[in-house]
């Protein structure tokens, strides 16, 4: 049974800060890939940011220069999503999503977080 819950939603004022935390918990042999998507009202989900293993990061142009992901050296199974100048555009549920291959499996599997929410208010 593998578990991935997000943390650090919230309400916040334009140009404001947030910190989403998310850890991924269970029977885990090894986490790959970690990432942060969003899904705004009315829209499809999205992709924000993506770390690999070996901490290379991708960032979607909308957030670039503006959030930051990053994963715990100590705690490889935490990734952070630090998001500046926050805009109301910024507004949707954000998910947390991890490739990683649970233990009694030769397989990558991708699961993915129940979300948080962030509200971005003008």
């Known amino acids: 049974q593998v578990e991935l819950v997000e943390f650090g939603g919230g309400l916040v004022q334009a140009g404001g800060s947030l910190r989403l935390s998310c850890e991924a918990s269970?029977?885990?042999?090894?986490?790959?890939?970690m990432g942060w998507y969003r899904q705004a009202p009315g829209k499809q989900r999205e992709l924000v940011a993506l770390?690999?293993?070996?901490?290379?990061?991708?960032y979607a142009d909308s957030v670039k220069g503006r959030f930051t992901i990053s994963r715990d050296n100590a705690k490889k199974n935490m990734v952070y999503l630090q998001m500046n100048s926050l805009k109301p555009e910024d507004t949707a549920v954000y998910y947390c999503?991890?490739?990683?291959?649970?233990?009694?499996?030769?397989?990558?599997?991708?699961?993915w977080g129940k979300g948080t929410l962030v509200t971005v208010s003008s």
């Open positions: 999503n991890a490739d990683l291959i649970p233990y009694g499996s030769s397989w990558n599997i991708e699961y």
């Open positions: 269970g029977s885990i042999f090894k986490i790959n890939g």
């Open positions: 770390i690999s293993s070996g901490g290379s990061t991708n």
